[in-house]
Each structure stands twice: as structure tokens, then as C-alpha cells.
């Protein structure tokens, strides 16, 4: 098994010394994360609120992306930072467990709760997967409305994380979980776990006839998705202080997957830019106030049409373009 | 009891018209359209301006909204569907545009009709009595006209050309080319129908429940439980899947607090979809 598995990873395209590939990769994410934003931002704590959102956002598509990744099309994300951020909520109120132990905990019960639901559920695929996902999202709302001691309500006063008391510190620590999380999937994607994955999106029976455990890679990267989710949904219960069943609803998984989708599916960096973009595209069309959402819906369309691909596939385009005009 | 049975049946012949024209929509273009419960919600608000903006006769009302939004399902097929279809290099990309237009839509009935949750007034006034159970006349009318509307559906599929055609292309693609039938039209003709098919489910469910703009999510999940149940794509499917449901819901309303129903019913389909994944009638490993 290893022998072909090491056949896959070997069609890798030209490695790099490892150092500083990965170096190449963080560094201008990290740019814009730690430099250019809290540049442009640290006097508006209106925006850096919009950028902090963007990065947890992005920190949970991010979860999403190596679903798509292995070839399923996941609308669960919602249930899962659901799910993190009541675990989030619950220790933290109730036996007043320092938020930045809260925080694994919500990744732990996502990762766990993922695994134990996704291991039936990943055998279905394409629109039925994508269904009964979207059907979690829906009945872990339901359970939560309906969970006996919650008084079907909300939970209220969640401590801030400790340490993290301005804006800024805030938005400090989510670039920070995003830079992590997008090394993690990057590394993951790049190693040879990614060509595994990739081998299954494109054909699971014959990954499976070459001897890979199509099963249980299917449902670790379901769970590292849900844990993603969970640490999302853990992150703003503490920003926002609150929790509610409708916190999280279908429509907040449809948006995840979007966000994939819009940045580009080829891409690791593709959720992150998808996030960011639709996240300040809806802040920038506020101004127009009644139009807003339409506009957004257009918007939306417009890149599906035009860059079915992703925006981050633009750049490849420009290039060739601009390749072939200079030769 | 009988209340219950009655409730059913009108549930089931009304999720029968979403789960029929999500199934043509999937079984003849093989995309799941997630606007559909946005196309159900807009037939209803646009029932509802014919109806209480315009003054207008509720037959003429129903009428616009099977044709506009039909319309609307055609020239979704023909502008955006077609062309990403072609140009995409995987095949969830029609999945997600299907997502994109259902934001479309229902962006577009936030900025036109608001956000209030509209009804009619009753179309027709009286009550029938059947055993122990009470069937308002509205009501039985709604009734009436879904199993007319189901009927006539299921006869043009069967036996008219078009139809034929369309399930010619729904089985293969290629041999139904290859005998001369214009695939193009066929398509955006079956979107338009599976369109028009929802619009006249919100249409005619408005005049008993009312509809928000914000309804669409909702029923577009119940449509895909529904044909989860019965198995996508197979017509006699998802007419199943809208009886189980219908009759699920009409019971668990009676008996148990509203959404613990519907988390019951999840945790059902769940298991469910453990034993069959390719539902009642699903042809296996699709």
C-alpha cells in the first residue's frame, strides 16, 4: 500500500526545499493579516469587527474546503459551529472554564461528534450527501431548541476570552487562528494525505482499489472540517457573548460552502478569499441600504457566470493572457 | 383521528406538486434546484399581489404565478444553467449555482415585496364535515385542485411528445439526440415546468398558511427530504416522499410539540437514508 501511495504523491509538481515553500505560502497571507489590515483599520473598530469576522468565517470554510476536497459537497458546517459554540457557552457559564480551554473542548466535541455522525453518513454522495447535510444543520438547530435544560432559549453573558479585551487584540488573535488553520489545511493538502484525498474525489472505487482506506480518510477529514467549524462557532459565541439555536441556521452552511466555491475549489487559498470578499462586499453594499441584499444576490451570480471556477482562477487567467501578449 | 387523516391528505397533494417539479428539474437536467422552495415562495406573494394589491380574481392570480414563475424557471435553464454547464470544470458547480439563484430570488422578493408574512383572505367561504373531522372549504378547494393539477401533470409526462421527451432525456441523454429531439427546449421547457409546478404549490398554499419572503430555505429542505424518501430523479418517488411526509407532519403536529416533529422526522430520514441511500424507489448506487 505504501508503495503506491508514494506512486500518487510522487506526481507532486516540483518540490521545493520545505522551508521555504511554506515560507512563500504564509508570508503574504500573513502580510495582509498582520499588516495591512490593522493598518488600515486600527482607528475603525466597526471594520475590524467586519475583518474579525472574515477571519473566523474564513477559519470554517476553510473546514468546508477539505470536504469539497475529498469530494462531498458539505452543508453541515452551520451544525457544527453550533454545536462548538454551545460547548463554548456551556463551560464557560456554567463552571467557568477559561475561554482558551473552551476552545479545544469545542474542537474536541465537534471532531468526535463529526466522526461518529459522518462515518454512515460519508458512504452517500453527490446531491444525497449535500441533502443530508443540509438536513443535519436543520436537526441540530431543532435539538438544541428542543434540548431539555436549555429552556429552548438562547444562552446569555458569555465571558469574554480573557486577555483579548479591545478590538484589536481580538482581531489579533482570529488572524492568528487563521494563519494556523490555513497552514494546517495547506500542509495537509500538500502532503500525502492530499493527493489521497484528491484520488477520491475523482474516483473513490479506484482509490479503494489501490488499497487506500477510502473510509476512514473520509471521515478524518470530515472531522478536522467539523472541528473547524466547532472552534468557529466557540470563537463567536465568546466575541458576540451569546448563543442561540438560530444562531447557526441552513442558510450560514450554504454561505460556507459559497464561500469555498466563490474563492475557488483548486485553491487552498481559495474559502479565505471567497470570505473575505463576500463578507466586504455586503459591508460595502450596505450604504445603499435597501438594495443591498439584491445586489448581493447579482453579485453572486455574476462571479458564478463569468469565473465558474473561482475569483482566485482570474489570476491563473491574467497571466496566461498577459503571457501570451508579451511573447 | 379522522382530523388528522384529513390534514394529511392536504399536506401530502401540496408537497406533491414541490416534490413533482424538484424531481423533473433533477431527473431531466440532473441539478438539484435549491431555489426551488424560493420559486414556491414567490408564486405565493405573487398570488398575493394579484390577489389583495391588485384586486384581482384568485383563478387570474394562480395563473400569473404558474406563468412567471415558469418563466422565470426557463430563463434561469437558458442564461445561466446552459451556459455553466458548459463552461465549469465540476459537477457541483450547477449545485451551487442553483444556491446562487435561490439567494437571487430571494433577495429579489425582500426588495419588492418585504418581509411581512402575506395572506389572502379565504377564496371560498363554508365548511365540510367528514365523520369527526373538519375540512374548511378553502381548504378541500386547495385540495381539489392539487390532485387536478398532479393528475394533469402525470398524464402530459406519460403521454403527450414533450413529455415523452423529456423522460427520454431524463433515462439518456445522448440516445434521445440522437433521435432528432431538440435537447435544448426540452430542457428549458422541464425547468420551466418544475418551476411553474412550484409556483402553483405556493400559489395555492398561501390561501391556507401564508407565505414570508424568507420561507424559501424551509421548503426547499422539505422538498429534498422529500425525494430523499422516495429517491431523486424517479417521479413515482417522490409522489411517495410527499405522502410520508405530509401524513408524518399532519401526525406529529397532532400529537407532539411542533419542532420536536420535525427534529424526529430528521433523525428518521437519517437512519433511514443509512439502510436505503438511494431511497424507496432510487435506483442503487446513483
Redesign the interface.
Given at each position: 500500500m505504501a508503495a503506491s501511495l508514494d506512486a500518487i504523491a510522487g506526481r507532486a509538481p516540483e518540490r521545493m526545499g520545505g522551508v521555504s515553500r511554506v515560507l512563500l505560502t504564509l508570508l503574504p497571507l500573513a502580510a495582509v493579516l498582520y499588516g495591512l489590515i490593522p493598518v488600515l483599520f486600527a482607528g475603525q473598530p466597526y471594520w475590524l469587527n467586519v475583518m474579525t469576522n472574515g477571519a473566523v468565517l474564513s477559519f470554517a470554510s476553510l473546514g468546508v474546503w477539505l470536504t469539497?476536497a475529498i469530494g462531498r459537497?458539505n452543508i453541515a458546517q452551520g451544525a457544527f459551529a453550533l454545536l462548538g459554540g454551545y460547548v463554548t457557552a456551556l463551560l464557560s457559564t456554567l463552571y467557568g472554564v477559561s475561554f482558551w480551554l473552551c476552545l479545544p473542548a469545542s474542537a474536541l466535541v465537534a471532531a468526535l461528534v463529526g466522526a461518529a455522525?459522518g462515518w454512515?453518513?460519508l458512504?452517500?454522495r453527490?446531491?444525497?450527501f449535500?441533502?443530508?447535510t443540509?438536513?443535519?444543520t436543520?436537526?441540530m438547530r431543532?435539538?438544541f431548541?428542543?434540548a431539555p435544560g436549555l429552556g429552548g432559549g438562547g444562552i446569555l453573558n458569555i465571558p469574554r476570552p480573557a486577555g483579548l479585551d479591545t478590538p484589536l487584540a481580538f482581531y489579533l488573535f482570529a488572524a492568528t487562528l487563521l494563519l494556523a488553520g490555513y497552514l494546517l489545511v495547506w500542509r495537509l493538502a500538500t502532503s500525502r494525505i492530499g493527493w489521497v484525498f484528491r484520488s477520491m474525489r475523482q474516483n473513490e472505487e479506484l482509490a479503494l482499489s489501490i488499497g487506500i482506506d477510502v473510509a476512514r480518510y473520509r471521515v478524518v477529514a470530515f472531522a478536522i472540517c467539523s472541528a473547524m467549524g466547532g472552534v468557529a462557532g466557540g470563537c463567536f459565541a465568546s466575541l458576540q457573548q451569546n448563543i442561540y439555536p438560530a444562531s447557526y441556521?441552513?442558510?450560514d452552511s450554504?454561505n460556507f460552502?459559497?464561500y469555498c466555491?466563490l474563492g475557488g475549489?483548486d485553491f487552498v487559498l481559495g474559502p479565505i478569499v471567497g470570505t473575505f470578499g463576500l463578507v466586504i462586499a455586503f459591508e460595502l453594499l450596505r450604504s445603499i441600504q435597501?438594495?443591498q441584499?439584491?445586489l448581493?444576490?447579482?453579485l453572486?451570480?455574476v462571479v458564478?457566470?463569468f469565473l465558474?471556477?473561482g475569483v482566485i482562477s482570474l489570476f491563473p487567467l491574467l497571466v496566461r493572457r498577459f503571457g501570451r501578449g508579451a511573447s | 383521528m379522522e382530523q388528522i387523516l384529513v390534514n394529511g391528505t392536504i399536506l401530502a397533494a401540496n408537497y406533491a406538486l414541490i416534490a413533482l417539479g424538484i424531481t423533473l428539474i433533477?431527473s431531466i437536467m440532473n441539478v438539484?434546484n435549491?431555489a426551488h422552495g424560493q420559486m414556491f415562495m414567490l408564486g405565493g406573494l405573487i398570488v398575493y399581489y394579484v390577489c389583495v394589491v391588485l384586486h384581482l380574481p384568485y383563478a387570474l392570480a394562480l395563473i400569473a404565478a404558474v406563468v412567471i414563475v415558469g418563466l422565470i424557471g426557463m430563463l434561469f435553464e437558458d442564461v445561466?444553467f446552459q451556459?455553466?454547464m458548459r463552461?465549469?470544470?465540476?459537477?457541483?458547480?450547477t449545485?451551487?449555482?442553483a444556491?446562487?439563484?435561490s439567494?437571487?430570488?430571494?433577495?429579489?422578493a425582500?426588495?419588492l415585496f418585504g418581509e411581512k408574512q402575506r395572506a389572502i383572505p379565504p377564496i371560498v367561504s363554508g365548511v365540510y364535515r367528514i365523520g369527526n373531522a373538519f375540512l374548511p372549504a378553502s381548504r378541500a378547494l386547495v385540495l381539489v385542485l392539487s390532485l387536478v393539477l398532479i393528475a394533469a401533470v402525470l398524464v402530459f409526462v406519460n403521454y403527450t411528445k414533450t413529455g415523452r421527451a423529456m423522460r427520454a432525456l431524463a433515462q439518456d441523454r445522448t440516445a434521445t439526440l440522437l433521435m432528432g429531439v431538440d435537447a435544448k427546449r426540452i430542457s428549458t421547457l422541464g425547468f420551466g415546468l418544475g418551476a411553474a409546478l412550484a409556483g402553483v404549490a405556493g400559489g395555492l398554499l398561501i390561501s391556507i398558511s401564508g407565505v414570508n419572503a424568507g420561507i424559501g430555505?424551509a421548503i426547499s429542505?422539505k422538498a429534498?427530504?422529500m425525494?430523499?424518501i422516495g429517491g431523486?430523479g424517479v417521479i413515482s418517488g417522490s409522489l411517495l416522499g410527499a405522502v410520508v411526509l405530509g401524513f408524518a407532519e399532519a401526525i406529529g403536529y397532532a400529537l407532539i410539540?411542533g419542532?420536536?416533529t420535525?427534529?424526529l422526522i430528521?433523525?428518521a430520514?437519517?437512519v433511514f437514508?443509512?439502510f436505503r441511500?438511494?431511497g424507496i424507489m432510487g435506483k442503487p448506487a446513483?
Open positions: 469539497f459537497v455522525i454512515p453518513l458512504r452517500l453527490g446531491i444525497y449535500a441533502m443530508v443540509l438536513s443535519l436543520e436537526a431543532l435539538a431548541l428542543n441556521t441552513v442558510s450554504i460552502m459559497l466555491f475549489l435597501e438594495y441584499a439584491l448581493y444576490g447579482i453572486m451570480i458564478m457566470l465558474p471556477n | 433533477f438539484l435549491f445561466f451556459r455553466v463552461i465549469s470544470n465540476r459537477e457541483e458547480n449545485m451551487l449555482l444556491v446562487g439563484t439567494l437571487l430570488l430571494e433577495n429579489a425582500l426588495s430555505t429542505t429534498f427530504i425525494i430523499m431523486a410539540p419542532s420536536v420535525y427534529l430528521f433523525v430520514l437519517i437514508l443509512l441511500p438511494q446513483a
